[in-house]
């Protein structure tokens, strides 16, 4: 995949979490004790895998400081 900023091919990976949390998208950042999945905008990016670090496939340009993946 190419940077979308600097046109140079990115480099294929992954992007992951700690092992209690998965990644998760929404307008603004919920309270730690409020149900994220309320939250306005909310995307579920990746689901909890028991026993397996929270992954998704990326690609990132390091030299842009970007990443890109898909959900
Ligand atoms: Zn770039």
Not at 23 to 41: C, D
Request: proline share 3%; glycine share 8%.
């Amino acid at each position: 995949m190419k940077c979308p900023y600097c046109e140079k091919e990115m480099r294929e990976g992954y992007l992951y979490g700690s092992k209690d949390g998965a990644f998760s998208f929404s307008n603004e950042i919920p309270g730690v004790f409020s149900n994220a999945k309320n939250e306005e905008g909310f995307i579920q990016i990746t689901k909890l895998k028991a026993g397996h670090r929270i992954s998704v496939k990326a690609y990132v340009c390091e030299e842009c400081k970007k990443v890109i993946f898909d959900y």
